[in-house]
């Protein structure tokens, strides 16, 4: 199953060279773009791991996907996806954030179902991937 | 997908190119006659830099007629003395690339070594890194390059700021523009004792000494845009102050005038705030007289750095 989420979930994956251009778009209004991975493909797994620091200070879209790539080296199995903060409302909020990088084999999620009290069903999703310690998920 | 880059590529070709039109509607024009009005002397960098020019030009407009084959290679060395303008010069070229298209951004960063080299095992890669990050679709200046090798202490990090700037250079070519910059024997040296280098640069550019006629005429555009005046007086001391310098150790050529203007600025303040009683007019706040020159040291054998 295709994990879809942030901006651009409806469209095919990109290359790198839209990637480049959504990036220095994201720049070009100022936000403070950086790379994060997972291997938890949760929803509600929020916070993934930062790859390296948020890049403030490069003014050409280039330097983010050379560090994606490098980023790709080690995590190449991961799910990786870019996002952008915008600090002008006063605090670090996220204006945008795309997956750039997927594992070759998305087995999808199982369903739950829980009886409870008064036969009610509590329903509850788990990424099969997910069964495996962190780090032997993907491969 | 290469299917569709195929057939667009037939289509994109042109029959003709007007080489004047691209250039005039590209700015290069602009650039190069600045280059001429603002810097004074050297001639041979001026020619270098409208020769390479003049090669880019060329490249795209057979770019565009569909007979280029791969990206050239831009990184630069710049070797000569201090103060001989080589920062200046190196901000004009990455205008310069930028108006042919050939970085994106434009912008220049200037290191040195202490930029690049870190202090303790595992620190070099990042830093370097994060300064070649924050110079691409730009410049990197590197001043006094040869600094980064260090032949002389076997664990020094400089070899490892080398091998990754090495690596960049070659493999993101597309992405920045590399200037390496100093002394002429001691860059030279640099080379030899790194090939890889030498061969990944395709521009090098000398840069000569001013002469003391250029840079009379520097001291006086300096001088000029301070809003300072020099009388006939003071115009031949410094003329002479200029020959003395030069003969003095720690000779920096435009940099040299510049710090000795600034020392004349302090001469003259003192001067005018000793000699003034009443009001004084913009004038005498502004012309420098022959006496802020005379007193300084390098008239009467001293070291004026």
């Not at chain 2, 029959?15 to 603002?38: C, H, M, R």
């Not at chain 2, 300096?222 to 310098?245: T, V």
Request: aromatic share 10%.
């Amino acid at each position: 199953m295709r994990i879809t989420q942030g901006t651009f979930s409806f469209l095919p994956d990109f290359t790198d060279q839209q990637i480049h251009e959504q990036v220095q778009y994201c720049i070009d209004n100022g936000w403070a773009v950086s790379i994060e991975y997972t291997d938890d493909p949760h929803p509600r797994n929020t916070y993934w791991e930062m790859w390296g620091h948020p890049m403030f200070d490069n003014p050409d879209a280039a330097a983010v996907v050379f560090e994606l790539n490098e980023c790709r080296k080690v995590y190449g199995s991961y799910y990786i996806r870019i996002i952008a903060f915008d600090s002008s409302p006063g605090w670090e909020s996220i204006r945008l954030s795309f997956i750039v990088n997927r594992p070759s084999k998305e087995p999808g999620f199982r369903l739950n179902r829980t009886e409870t009290k008064g036969r009610n069903i509590q329903y509850s999703m788990s990424p099969y991937s997910s069964d495996n310690p962190q780090g032997s998920r993907y491969k | 997908m290469e299917k569709e880059l195929e057939e667009t590529k037939p289509n994109s070709k042109l029959a003709q190119v007007n080489l004047k039109e691209e250039f005039e509607s590209s700015g290069v024009d602009q650039i190069l006659s600045e280059l001429d009005d603002t810097l004074i002397g050297l001639k041979p960098v001026k020619t270098r830099i409208r020769e390479t020019a003049s090669l880019l030009l060329v490249d795209k407009a057979r770019e565009k007629m569909g007979l280029m084959t791969e990206s050239p290679t831009l990184h630069m060395s710049f070797s000569g003395n201090p103060g001989t303008g080589k920062t200046t010069v190196a901000l004009k070229i990455a205008d310069l690339l930028f108006r042919l298209g050939y970085v994106r951004k434009g912008h220049l960063v200037t290191v040195t070594r202490d930029d690049l080299v870190g202090q303790y095992i595992g620190h070099t890669a990042p830093k370097t890194k994060e300064v070649l990050k924050k110079a691409m679709g730009g410049v990197l200046f590197i001043d006094e390059a040869y600094y980064l090798y260090r032949p002389e202490n076997e664990r020094d990090y400089g070899q490892e700021a080398i091998e990754i700037l090495l690596q960049v250079m070659e493999n993101n070519r597309d992405d920045l523009v590399v200037v390496l910059a100093g002394y002429k024997d001691r860059m030279d040296k640099f080379f030899e004792s790194n090939p890889g280098f030498r061969s990944r640069i395709a521009h090098h550019i000398n840069f000569p000494d001013y002469s003391n006629d250029e840079l009379l005429e520097i001291g006086e555009i300096m001088i000029s845009d301070m809003n300072y005046k020099l009388n006939e007086k003071s115009r031949e001391a410094f003329a002479e102050y200029i020959k003395l310098r030069r003969k003095q150790p720690h000779f920096a050529n435009a940099r040299s005038i510049r710090n000795a203007i600034d020392r004349i600025r302090l001469r003259q303040a003192n001067r005018v705030f000793k000699t003034s009683k009443g009001p004084i007019n913009s004038d005498v706040l502004s012309i420098i007289d022959e006496v802020d020159v005379r007193k300084s040291r390098v008239f009467s054998g001293g070291i004026d750095s």
